[in-house]
Every structure is written in structure tokens, then in C-alpha cells.
């Protein structure tokens, strides 16, 4: 009878180690489902001159509408390279295999851009303030540290109505960059 009795103890003492530990894995899962919020900070510094700094940042809020989906405003701003930009819009992004610690990322968005070019800034083109639409591509990845924080790596391509970029010796209308961020999810 005592034999018998180890038997259930046993195979008790074993699933309650699988549940725990499935939970625990399931725990660690990145939060990237339904009714999660992202806030995200992102972009690039530069200091040319000591009394210079240069800066194109952006944030984001979002919101997870479905499992991996999210959509939200974001807002920039830069002062780089004698011109200053404010961009406001809306955007939404797709996660992919969100098991994992590594996930991959496709977004889109739309907004409007507003660009002040300093007068004194040398370019091969006409300068002229302008204001526009500004569609934006990007993908990227997000890496986990913990289910609640992310860093993450992304080519972004923004197209606008109107030349608004100081790309080199030029203002375009275009402008391809890597972007470097940390994201938080609660």
C-alpha cells in the first residue's frame, strides 16, 4: 500500500515541476500580446563641435489591438546638420515570431513633417522652409533583456511630399537610416 502511495505522489510532484516550469518559460515570453502598451525612445546623437550637438530622436506610445499588432503616435525631432525637423504622426507595426528572445519587426506609418533650414548652412540646392505629409517603412529587430524591455535595431525609410531632408550637399525628399532604440512594455 505504502508503494502505491508514491506512485500519485510522484507523478503529482512531476507535473506540478512541468506546470511550474512551463510557467515560469511562459513568464519570460516577451509581452507583445493583446492590450499590452510600448512606450519607445529611439535615434542618434552627435557632437561635431564641443559647444554642437546634433540630434534626431523619436517616441512612441502604442497599444497591442491583437496579439503582435500594435499601432500608436509617434513624434521626432532634430536638429542635425543646420536644420531642425518636427515630425508627428500615426504608425502601426507587426512582430513575428514572438516567442522568442529575438524578434523581428515591419512597420508604417503617416504624418506630418515641418523643416527649418538655418540660413547660414551650404547646400547644392534652393533653401526653403517647408511643410508636408511624410510616409515611413521600417524593419528591424527586437532583442529582450526581460519580457518587459526591449532593444532594438531598425532600417527606416521616410518619403515626404516636399524636400525636407539636408542629406549631404542636398535637400531631399527621401532619407534611409539606421535606428538604434530601447522599448518598454506594460
Given at each position: 500500500?505504502?508503494?502505491?502511495?508514491?506512485?500519485?505522489?510522484?507523478?503529482?510532484?512531476?507535473?506540478?515541476?512541468?506546470?511550474?516550469?512551463?510557467?515560469?518559460?511562459?513568464?519570460?515570453?516577451?509581452?507583445l500580446d493583446r492590450?499590452?502598451?510600448?512606450?519607445?525612445?529611439?535615434?542618434?546623437?552627435?557632437?561635431?563641435?564641443?559647444?554642437?550637438?546634433?540630434?534626431?530622436?523619436?517616441?512612441?506610445?502604442?497599444?497591442?489591438?491583437?496579439?503582435?499588432?500594435?499601432?500608436?503616435?509617434?513624434?521626432?525631432?532634430?536638429?542635425?546638420?543646420?536644420?531642425?525637423?518636427?515630425?508627428?504622426?500615426?504608425?502601426?507595426?507587426?512582430?513575428?515570431?514572438?516567442?522568442?528572445?529575438?524578434?523581428?519587426?515591419?512597420?508604417?506609418?503617416?504624418?506630418?513633417?515641418?523643416?527649418?533650414?538655418?540660413?547660414?548652412?551650404?547646400l547644392g540646392t534652393?533653401?526653403?522652409?517647408?511643410?508636408?505629409?511624410?510616409?515611413?517603412?521600417?524593419?528591424?529587430?527586437?532583442?529582450?533583456?526581460?519580457?518587459?524591455?526591449?532593444?532594438?535595431?531598425?532600417?527606416?525609410?521616410?518619403?515626404?511630399?516636399?524636400?525636407?531632408?539636408?542629406?549631404?550637399?542636398?535637400?531631399?525628399?527621401?532619407?534611409?537610416?539606421?535606428?538604434?532604440?530601447?522599448?518598454?512594455?506594460?
Amino acid at each position: 500500500m505504502k508503494n502505491l502511495a508514491i506512485v500519485p505522489i510522484s507523478l503529482g510532484t512531476l507535473a506540478f515541476g512541468v506546470a511550474t516550469a512551463q510557467e515560469q518559460q511562459d513568464s519570460d515570453l516577451p509581452m507583445l500580446d493583446r492590450g499590452t502598451q510600448e512606450f519607445s525612445v529611439s535615434g542618434r546623437i552627435d557632437v561635431p563641435e564641443l559647444d554642437e550637438l546634433d540630434y534626431d530622436l523619436d517616441g512612441s506610445y502604442g497599444y497591442f489591438f491583437r496579439d503582435g499588432w500594435e499601432a500608436g503616435i509617434r513624434v521626432a525631432a532634430a536638429d542635425f546638420g543646420g536644420q531642425d525637423r518636427i515630425e508627428i504622426g500615426g504608425f502601426t507595426e507587426y512582430n513575428f515570431l514572438r516567442t522568442q528572445r529575438w524578434v523581428p519587426y515591419v512597420g508604417g506609418g503617416i504624418g506630418l513633417i515641418s523643416a527649418d533650414f538655418d540660413d547660414d548652412i551650404s547646400l547644392g540646392t534652393p533653401i526653403d522652409d517647408e511643410d508636408g505629409l511624410i510616409f515611413d517603412v521600417e524593419g528591424g529587430a527586437k532583442y529582450f533583456l526581460r519580457p518587459y524591455m526591449a532593444l532594438s535595431i531598425g532600417i527606416d525609410f521616410k518619403f515626404a511630399t516636399e524636400d525636407v531632408f539636408a542629406t549631404g550637399e542636398e535637400i531631399e525628399d527621401n532619407l534611409s537610416s539606421i535606428k538604434i532604440g530601447m522599448r518598454y512594455y506594460f
